[in-house]
């Protein structure tokens, strides 16, 4: 289970391949001055960059677990005050173990570890144009199914989080983001 520390603000980003979750992280962490901002990069993209391939089923619940860590290594080490923004939420690795093999097995738990009070979620919508990424990303049908996931499954049961859905280019995305996070 994910602790938070008192005083550090968190803010978790979710949304299919391709939607900006990356390019919004990075930006929102240059934009923000006010305090520290930490970004926990994706284990997912770094699985695919050190094997060549993505993972199976059975590996998926070690992604889960190594996002976790990353992110709960990040709030260890933040400071208060700060935010840190975890590219993407760990409950993605759990959407996606849902939309590629059919397994749930992951969701229970990483809605648990995600639906806390005074985490933001930023869903980003796929609303800006699909790029290839090699290995990693599946298509614009693959982002679609995706973001069904999130709307039809994942965000109704997220009662605690405040859910954020940004879509637009870059610039508005952290415009409509930054009264939550600065």
């Known amino acids: 289970m994910l602790q938070y520390l008192p005083m550090t603000s968190v803010a978790l980003l979710l949304g299919g391949e391709c939607t900006g979750k990356t390019a919004l992280a990075h930006a929102l962490a240059h934009q923000i001055t006010s305090r520290p901002v930490a970004v926990v990069d994706e284990a997912l993209r770094e699985f695919t960059a050190r094997t060549g391939r993505p993972p199976t089923q059975r590996e998926q619940e070690g992604i889960w677990s190594e996002q976790t860590q990353l992110f709960q290594e990040a709030l260890a080490k933040g400071p ?3 935010l840190v923004i975890c590219d993407p939420a760990p409950l993605m690795t759990a959407v996606y173990s849902l939309q590629y093999f059919n397994d749930d097995s992951l969701v229970s738990r990483a809605l648990e570890a995600t639906d806390k009070p005074g985490v933001v979620v930023l ?8 790029e290839p ?16 996931i999130l709307e039809s499954v994942i965000v109704p049961q997220l009662r605690e989080t405040q859910v954020i859905c940004v879509g637009g280019p870059l610039d508005e995305r952290i415009a409509q983001v930054m009264p939550y996070v600065e």
Do not use: F
Request: aromatic share 4%; hydrophobic share 25%; net charge negative.
């Open 123 to 130: 869903m980003c919508a796929p609303d800006i144009p699909w």
């Open 133 to 148: 990424d090699g290995i990693q990303r599946d298509g614009p049908l693959a982002r679609q199914s995706t973001h069904e």
């Open 80 to 82: 208060d005050g700060g």
